[in-house]
Structure formats: structure tokens, C-alpha cells
């Protein structure tokens, strides 16, 4: 998905400039606190994120089951669509039966193009609705994520609050290092999660049933 390769761009810039307005004002009186955080983390293991991706990953089965049985039916299309042409040129029938397989051919032709473009502007549509379903839950989590980042900067004080999963266009870390006495990660996760239903375990992938 294209939303999905903007979410880190936008949670380093939506953590560069939380919390530093919120200390400015006593900047002159006091020295900044600064706090790091991992908000790519926070993003990822945030439970209302993974239950929303959950959710888009058994919608977009959906489609795909969907738009296999219109592909399966696509290939029948052209083995009809063949098997009269060739016989529409096959001496071995008649001329009134070569003719008569030439029009069934052109009408099955039809058919075929017509789901052709079927399954084009189904998956078209599909993409478009994951993308845009994806987008909208996203710019939920980051209020959130926001909300409760604010509130930890008011209560305690900091002034600023640096990305340290963010990197800069050359793929460098934004933050080169960090004490673990300044991260905030662990303690927005929890704050984020307290009162949300957790996400179903996903099933592993790759291990089938031994037979034991």
C-alpha cells in the first residue's frame, strides 16, 4: 500500500514537533527536558494498530479469494473463446458450421473482454478501498499516539521529544544515541494499551501439522 511507505515519514515528523511548544514558555526559566521515543514502535505495538491491520489483512483475503474466482473464470472465457475459433477454421465442419462457430466466437470474444475489464476495475476499486481505509485508522492511531504523548510532555515537563527510530534522507539515525533514562517508548505503549481489547494471535505461518 502507498499509505503504508509515508507512516514512518509521518510519525518522525508528527514526534519533531510534539512537546516542543508545550515547553517554551518556561524555557527561559528552566533547562529543556528532552525525552527520546521509539514511535515507530509505539505505532507497531500500539493494540488498536494491530487489531485495524488485522482487520485490512482478512479484508484484502477477501478480495483476492474474489478476484481469483474472476480470474478462474476469465480462463475458462478464453478456452471457450479458442476452441470456437479454431473451429470456425477447421475444414472438417461445414461452411454453415464454420460460420456458425465464427459469430459464437466474436460473442464469446466479447464476453471476454468484458471480464477483462471486470477484474481490472474490481481490483482497481479494491486497492483504492484498502488504501483509503488504511489512511483513515492511521490518522486515528497518530491522534492517539499524539494525545498521549501531550499529556505525558504537560505532566512531567519535557520540552522536546526526538524520534530515535526516525532517519534522515540518507538513511542515518536522526538519533545517534540515547539513555535509556530518556525514553519514553515503554511507558506510552502502556498508557496507549490500558483498557484495549488485545489483538488475536495470529496463526504462524510456514509450520503445518506434524501428525503428533
Known sequence: ?????????????????????????????????IAVIDMNRVF??????????????KQ????KEYSKQLTQ???KLREEFVKLRDDSQNLAYSD????????????KYRQLAAKEQEIREYNREKQT??????????????????????TKCLAEGYGLVLDKSGKSRNDIPLVVYSSKMLDITDAV??????????????????????GK
Open 44 to 57: 507497531e505495538e500500539y493494540n488498536k494498530t494491530r487489531i485495524n491491520e488485522a482487520k485490512l489483512k
Open 96 to 107: 454453415a458450421e464454420r460460420e456458425n462457430r465464427r459469430l459464437n466466437a466474436q460473442e
Open 189 to 210: 505503549i502502556k498508557t496507549l494499551n490500558l483498557g484495549q481489547n488485545k489483538p488475536e494471535p495470529q496463526p504462524v505461518q510456514g509450520k503445518g501439522n506434524t
Open 60 to 63: 484484502a483475503e477477501v478480495f
Open 1 to 33: 500500500m502507498k499509505g503504508i511507505k509515508m507512516k514512518k515519514w509521518l510519525l518522525t515528523a508528527l514526534c519533531a514537533v510534539l512537546c516542543f511548544s508545550w515547553g517554551m514558555a518556561s524555557a527561559a526559566d528552566a533547562p529543556l527536558k
Open 129 to 150: 478501498q484498502l488504501q483509503d481505509e488504511y489512511i483513515k485508522f492511521r490518522n486515528i492511531i497518530l491522534a492517539d499516539i499524539s494525545a498521549v504523548i501531550e
Open 73 to 75: 473464470s476469465l480462463m
